[in-house]
């Protein structure tokens, strides 16, 4: 049975895959493996038994679990029906996680185990049904059920949160997620990528993408410099992607002798993605893999990949993220920030037209970030536009980490901020006053008693004790560019 379909849509990925390498390996984890022709007809099956308990295209599926390859076969599953495929971070809490799935107003929650028993404490109290990701995927069928999509029609909710701190689902449809991981006209031989992005992230699937539609294969691991490391040995692989932070821990493990010789020498691209990457890093990154080309990239969810800095660059370009990259027009708004247009723009906020229409104005996406663009075209980001903190690669809002913070008996007051980080882009700051009477609370004794509420990535890397939080006379609203002093 055919599936009528048109234009650019991320299922004929899975199943062009198929028909053309079906004993090529797709996606690998741990000792673990997926062939394209496997992985299609999982998907397949998935799809028909979603299809089966009502669901049709355009209904949302929230998936939230921690990265496996049951991920991977309902992320294709959904595409190739349809469906519309949502994924929630494994480290959130109950409580966070049910703001973004009501948010997304799904017809169903798949759970791994460890999150199972809260999805379907979350599904209960918004009447919908929570089931196993495990009981979902499993059966193989030839063909998948048979549906209309539309190439405009959306294929992935991301979540993030907005300044404010209510859940923003950035939607993509399956033209955009197309065109961004396009390899081109005609495929060359392509080696395995590995991928240490979480499978809730933009980054990872956008990996992926690149990875299915040149039909190549992705490795999946963690950020653990040794896992890393090992994986690029073991699979041979020709691509690396990690953040600043990672790829310091990969170049401190290859420098204390611990990692196999010749760990990366199969890397021909080493690539590092954040708004701006200090020379001596990129330096260090070249010597460890000179062999490999080694690139910056800067981006976001809703613009997708933004800006390139190519290797010739980085001395005379230092802290620069290049120029705009294909298909992507850029230019400064009146108060600095950089605004990006173009096929790879996000197509708003789902059920969210306020957002939407405060970050895209007549076509132009606003970035939040403040930007400067030299003589030769190169940008450089010089600050942000907003409150909102960017940090490893997550969206974290001040006011909810200071409202997870506030009923701490020895705080008196406090402000959140983000602090310009080599590694993370920026921390997470508190600045805190102390109640009268009491001790200074401890920076791991503050995350202690957050981090019940927040995920892990939300809570304070740093610490500041001062006599007073500068405020606003008529408003009292924090002054944040001033707390900024302090730190």
Not at 30 to 52: H, M, Q
Not at 267 to 287: K, M, Y
Request: charged share 20%; glycine share 10%.
């Amino acid at each position: 049975m055919t599936m009528p379909r048109r234009g650019f849509l991320v299922g004929d990925i899975f199943a062009n895959a198929a028909r053309a390498v079906p004993d090529r390996v797709a996606a690998v984890l741990g000792d673990s493996s997926l062939t394209f022709g496997r992985l299609d007809r999982l998907a397949n099956g998935t799809a028909r038994v979603l299809a089966a308990r009502g669901l049709i295209a355009g209904d949302r599926v929230v998936v939230w679990s921690a990265t496996s390859l049951d991920i991977v076969v309902a992320f294709a599953a959904c595409a190739t029906a349809g469906f519309v495929f949502v994924p929630v971070n494994p480290g959130l809490g109950m409580d966070e996680a049910e703001g973004i799935v009501g948010a997304a107003r799904p017809s169903v929650i798949l759970a791994d185990p460890d999150r199972l028993d809260a999805a379907r404490t979350v599904a209960g109290r918004l009447g919908i049904e929570a089931v196993a990701l495990g009981e979902i995927v499993g059966t193989e069928e030839p063909t998948p059920p048979r549906a209309v999509i539309d190439e405009d029609a959306p294929h992935v909710l991301f979540f993030t949160s907005g300044s404010t701190g209510r859940p923003k689902g950035a939607v993509l449809s399956h033209r955009v997620n197309v065109l961004r991981t396009h390899p081109g006209a005609q495929f060359e031989p392509r080696g395995a990528t590995v991928c240490m992005f979480p499978l809730f992230h933009m980054a990872g699937w956008t990996i992926g993408m690149q990875q299915w539609q040149a039909r190549g294969t992705l490795v999946l691991t963690t950020a653990d410099p040794v896992q890393l490391c090992e994986a690029v040995r073991t699979h041979r692989a020709h691509r690396l992607n990690c953040i600043p932070l990672v790829w310091r821990r990969v170049l401190e493990h290859l420098e204390s002798g611990a990692a196999p010789s010749g760990a990366l020498d199969s890397l021909r691209f080493a690539d590092i993605g954040t708004s701006a990457t200090p020379l001596e890093l990129l330096q260090a990154i070249r010597r460890a893999v000179p062999r490999a080309t080694v690139r910056v990239f800067y981006g976001s969810t809703e613009a997708g990949n933004v800006m390139t800095l190519e290797a010739a660059d980085f001395d005379r370009k230092p802290g620069s993220v290049g120029v705009p990259s294909l298909h992507t027009r850029v230019r400064i708004g009146p108060a600095g920030e950089l605004e990006v247009s173009g096929p790879l723009v996000f197509d708003g906020y789902f059920d969210d037209p306020e957002a939407t229409h405060a970050a895209l104005v007549d076509g132009w996406y606003h970035t939040g970030d403040l930007a400067e663009i030299d003589a030769d075209g190169f940008v450089t980001i010089v600050g942000r536009a907003n409150t909102v903190i960017r940090t490893g690669g997550e969206s974290v809002v001040p006011g909810e980490v200071e409202a997870a913070l506030r009923d701490h008996p020895a705080i008196e007051d406090l402000a959140v901020v983000g602090v310009p980080d080599a590694d993370y882009g920026e921390t997470v700051s508190a600045v805190v006053v102390v109640r009268p009477g009491s001790a200074a609370p401890s920076l791991d004794e503050l995350r202690t008693f957050a981090g019940t509420r927040l995920a892990g990535f939300k809570l304070p890397r740093r610490l500041e004790i001062v006599d007073a939080i500068p405020r606003t006379a008529a408003t009292g609203q924090v002054q944040r560019h001033l707390v900024l002093d302090f730190l």
